[in-house]
T-cell receptor, first 111, second 115 residues
Framework: SQQGEEDPQALSIQEGENATMNCSYK?????LQWYRQNSGRGLVHLIL?????REKHSGRLRVTLDTSKKSSSLLITASRAADTASYFC???????????FGQGTRLTINP | EPEVTQTPSHQVTQMGQEVILRCVPI?????FYWYRQILGQKVEFLVS????????KSEIFDDQFSVERPDGSNFTLKIRSTKLEDSAMYFC?????????????FGPGTRLLVL
């Protein structure tokens, strides 16, 4: 079964620095989505990249997708304390409706 | 901006009791989903629902679970006889079409604790 697996599992950086999180998966996908989850809260959709796209931007977020390597990265530039959260990638397969989530990266931004 | 809402935010129940978790998806969305997240673990897909029937379900979604869209706005998940291992955060989500091309939008979740 396909899986999204993020690395690192935890990342701690200083405010203002850039944060990069990676996600790998195993099978063909239609799209890959990134979500943020603040502690004990719901999932907030950040960005979706389709399998025929290589890069996408949204504000301080930049997502890349390399389907040959079955991997994606999420870059948060100029990090802020409010970016402290867990970040999950989730993949959607062709013909399937479910999203398959990775284990997540726990990001801590130190002021 | 339209949001998915869920009630209750927290529910505590005794093992063997039935629970119903409620969701109001975004109004023009056609696909509805339930996921769960056991504490410290991945978010797991349970079921998707379209055109008043289940369109996909996971191995987790056994006979103890059922979903219903009783009216034009609510979407419910029923757990018939809860077990300790059903303790988790349950998320409802909706999307305008199948996830092939568009995002799924999640509600804030219901934290279920089975004692």
């Amino acid at each position: 079964s396909q899986q999204g697996e993020e690395d690192p599992q935890a990342l701690s950086i200083q405010e203002g620095e850039n944060a990069t999180m990676n996600c790998s998966y195993k099978t063909s996908i239609n799209n890959l989505q990134w979500y943020r989850q603040n502690s004990g809260r719901g999932l907030v959709h950040l960005i979706l990249i389709r399998s025929n796209e290589r890069e996408k931007h949204s504000g301080r977020l930049r997502v890349t997708l390399d389907t040959s390597k079955k991997s994606s990265s999420l870059l948060i530039t100029a990090s802020r304390a409010a970016d402290t959260a867990s970040y999950f990638c989730a993949t959607g397969a062709p013909g399937a409706q479910k999203l398959v989530f990775g284990q997540g990266t726990r990001l801590t931004i130190n002021p | 901006e339209p949001e998915v809402t869920q009630t209750p935010s927290h529910q505590v129940t005794q093992m063997g009791q039935e629970v119903i978790l409620r969701c109001v998806p975004i109004s023009n969305h056609l696909y509805f989903y339930w996921y769960r997240q056991i504490l410290g673990q991945k978010v797991e897909f349970l079921v998707s629902f379209y055109n008043n029937e289940i369109s996909e379900k996971s191995e987790i979604f056994d006979d103890q679970f059922s979903v219903e869209r009783p009216d034009g706005s609510n979407f419910t998940l029923k757990i018939r006889s809860t077990k300790l291992e059903d303790s988790a955060m349950y998320f409802c989500a909706s999307s305008p079409t199948s996830t092939g091309g568009l995002a799924q939008y999640f509600g804030p979740g219901t934290r279920l604790l089975v004692l």
